[in-house]
């Protein structure tokens, strides 16, 4: 069998790497405390509650998985040491020895088999993580750092996916529930920093573990803030109150490129922004005619209005004016590197009068009004990105008005599908990751459409997922995950704006390595004597 490759193996483009040279504004002896902000707070401090960036940026903080990505997102041993196939269906992973958890407690195979059982048991989660381990049908500890996990059919992906488990202390998590981690129940993890305290929405506060079985973090006390504010983030970050922020505002990259006292990391992301659209249901809740009187039969039911949407967005407009440039317009779920891109899905060129035209084919000449919902504080410039789109819209005659809410407030709605059509991102190494997640026909059994929030179902797409997720073959896994994209793309299941740039910028002489994953992690961040 062929061991799982071409998406790991290839390095993902980097595209800026900015670091004015000057003196160090910070000396040495600072060290002992680092303070960053990020740009939106975690809905739960649960790692397994939501798979959600906000929520595993933090966590992984705390808790680890057996297997991690680089900042290229190549795969990594992260608590397993190394893993091979005993047969076509059974994976072995072997523990790094010696890992103990923050309690002194040892890492075990028994706690990774909790910690892969759990995820199915949330309640009320926006989007399980359960989605990862379907495909695992029987667990067998071998030894306490040996575990054998079996499929139900050939799973060449499974590694992949246990990236994204992130592993719990049995005894410290037995019987609690998600809202019981706020309080720092349960938050025992193998990972560099112990948890101290956690104010919602405002902080994480985290001291080292010096018994980290890797490289120690160079900052003995972390604090992480939130601040979904640009302006207020941008502002903390040139004050010193913090030593560095994710999501650079865009109005304000060409100066801080240009401050000395400033360096500025970039990198292109796996994560793209999307709009998704109410497929299925015949009234959609904020779908209106142009007085605002609710439609008896939703417009975006029709693959035609669906693709007129996308043809009336102008994505180009939105990279040189909202993003500045940090963006790359696409018309797939993932970046041109990875595997299952489909290459014959071109970017859907600016074209209001053809949009127009689809528009009155499909019987809606005069147009119709719709609600677009966005949230305000998790991706680069989202509200904004919303904004624009609802006046592409106007233009074409489907009169939008805007509707933004924090992320958590809106993932909460979003999972309940609240919502006729809007904003969202995802970010993955390979295609199988999005399709079924946001476009398989829903299916609890097998983790599919945990995220659906278009509602849309093809038969005919799911079908093409399911073969490709137990094909072995390389090469005919990734045309069928490139033939299920198309089908969902082409039907205006989901329409992809684009892929994400992101940024991170730190007080001169703190140095960090920027990742395709977006993930900002503290013990990442280093002095440039520590760097160097």
């Given at each position: ?18 670091a ?9 002896a ?9 740009s ?22 705390i ?18 040491d ?5 047969n ?68 060449p ?15 410290a ?43 120690k ?29 994710e ?23 796996q ?9 299925s249901?015949?009234a959609?809740?904020?779908v ?8 008896a ?23 040189s ?10 018309n ?59 006046q ?31 904003l ?74 684009h892929q ?28 440039s004597?520590?760097?160097?």
């Amino acid at each position: 069998m062929k061991r799982l490759r071409n998406f790991w193996k290839k390095e993902l483009r980097q595209c800026i790497l900015v670091a004015a040279i000057s003196l160090p504004f910070f000396s040495v002896a600072y060290a002992a405390d680092f303070t960053m902000a990020l740009s939106s707070p975690p809905t739960s401090m649960d790692p397994d509650f939501y798979y959600a960036q906000a929520n595993i940026n933090v966590s992984e903080h705390i808790f680890e998985s057996l297997v991690k990505l680089d900042a290229s997102s190549h795969i990594v041993p992260g608590l397993a040491d190394s893993w091979r196939l005993v047969n076509d269906t059974t994976w072995e992973f072997h523990l790094r020895p010696g890992v103990t958890f923050h309690d002194g407690s040892p890492l075990t195979a028994e706690d990774v088999a909790w910690s892969l059982d759990r995820p199915a048991t949330i309640l009320n989660s926006p989007g399980k993580l359960d989605v990862f381990t379907k495909s695992i049908v029987s667990k067998k500890i071998i030894s306490p750092s040996v575990i054998q996990l079996t499929t139900a059919t050939p799973y060449p992906l499974l590694p992949v996916d246990l990236v994204n488990i992130l592993i719990i202390s049995k005894k410290a998590t037995q019987g609690l529930s998600s809202e019981d981690f706020s309080s720092g129940k349960g938050m025992i993890g193998t990972g560099p920093y112990k948890f101290v305290d956690y104010r919602r929405d405002d902080r994480v506060t985290l001291r080292r573990n010096d018994n980290y079985w890797g490289p120690k973090s160079e900052w003995e006390n972390v604090t992480l803030k939130f601040i979904p504010n640009d302006a207020s983030r941008m502002s903390a970050l040139l004050a010193g109150d913090v030593q560095a922020i994710e999501n650079v505002p865009t109005p304000d990259l060409a100066l801080a490129l240009k401050n000395p006292k400033l360096s500025v990391y970039s990198k292109v992301s796996q994560r793209t922004i999307y709009v998704y659209v109410d497929t299925s249901r015949v009234a959609s809740p904020f779908v209106t005619d142009k007085a605002g009187q609710p439609l008896a039969v939703s417009p975006l039911t029709n693959p035609d209005v669906r693709r007129a949407i996308s043809m009336a967005i102008n994505r180009d407009a939105i990279k040189s004016r909202l993003m500045e440039n940090l963006s790359e317009p696409t018309n797939n779920l993932v970046q041109p590197e990875a595997f299952g891109y489909n290459a014959d899905l071109k970017v859907v060129p600016y074209d209001p009068a053809g949009a127009k035209k689809l528009l009155e084919h499909a019987g809606y000449k005069d147009g119709f009004g719709v609600t677009f919902d966005t949230p305000n504080n998790r991706y680069t410039n989202d509200e904004k990105i919303a904004q624009a789109i609802a006046q592409n819209l106007t233009h074409v005659g489907i009169v939008t008005k805007v509707e933004s809410m924090p992320m958590a407030t809106y993932s909460s709605r979003g999972a309940k599908h609240d919502f006729s059509i809007g904003l969202l991102g995802w970010g993955s190494v390979e295609a199988s990751s999005p399709l079924r997640a946001l476009l398989a026909c829903e299916d609890s059994k097998k983790g599919f459409g945990t995220q659906n929030w278009s509602l849309y179902c093809s038969k005919e797409m799911t079908a093409k997922l399911d073969l490709a997720l137990t094909t072995v073959d390389d090469a005919k896994r990734e045309q069928l995950l490139k033939d299920a994209m198309a089908i969902a793309i082409n039907d205006g299941a989901i329409i992809p704006i684009h892929q994400q740039f992101t940024t991170w910028a730190t007080q001169k002489g703190i140095v960090y390595e920027p990742r395709t994953d977006e993930r900002t992690y503290a013990w990442k961040f280093k002095t440039s004597s520590a760097a160097n």
